[in-house]
């Protein structure tokens, strides 16, 4: 019913970049705004780039002029494009709708992709 596929993630340098994807499918269509979130180790998950199904786009204070939210509505796909990365950007990230999607009693999210900025 509800599915959400990041990737994208790796291991990078300090300055370096990473392009991530998120398929989503089932009842999340481009109506939905999206968002990408993140999760560091021993910090709550926090959202840090969204886009309107119109196109509109919203970033964090802490990634803005870095980072980048884009989708695909052909594809049902919703990308994050990240520049000049910081060790603490290190985290897992997600993608989810805007507000995150709660369905059939409960809260979906996928797998997650890791991004680890270290030299």
């Known amino acids: 019913q509800v599915q959400l596929v990041e990737s994208g993630g790796g291991l990078v340098q300090p300055g370096g970049s990473l392009r991530l994807s998120c398929a989503a499918s089932?009842?999340?269509?481009?109506?939905?705004?999206m968002g990408w979130y993140r999760q560091a180790p021993g910090k709550e998950r926090e959202l840090v780039a969204t886009?309107?199904?119109?196109?509109?786009?919203n970033t964090a204070d802490s990634v803005k002029g870095r980072f980048t939210i884009s989708r695909d509505n052909a594809k049902n796909t919703v990308y994050l494009q990240m520049n000049s990365l910081k060790p603490e950007d290190t985290a897992v990230y997600y993608c989810?709708?805007?507000?995150?999607?709660?369905?059939?009693?409960?809260?979906?999210w996928g797998q997650g992709t890791q991004v680890t900025v270290s030299s």
């Open positions: 989810n709708t805007d507000p995150p999607l709660y369905y059939d009693g409960r809260y979906y």
């Open positions: 089932g009842v999340i269509s481009s109506v939905n705004a």
């Open positions: 886009i309107s199904s119109g196109g509109r786009t």
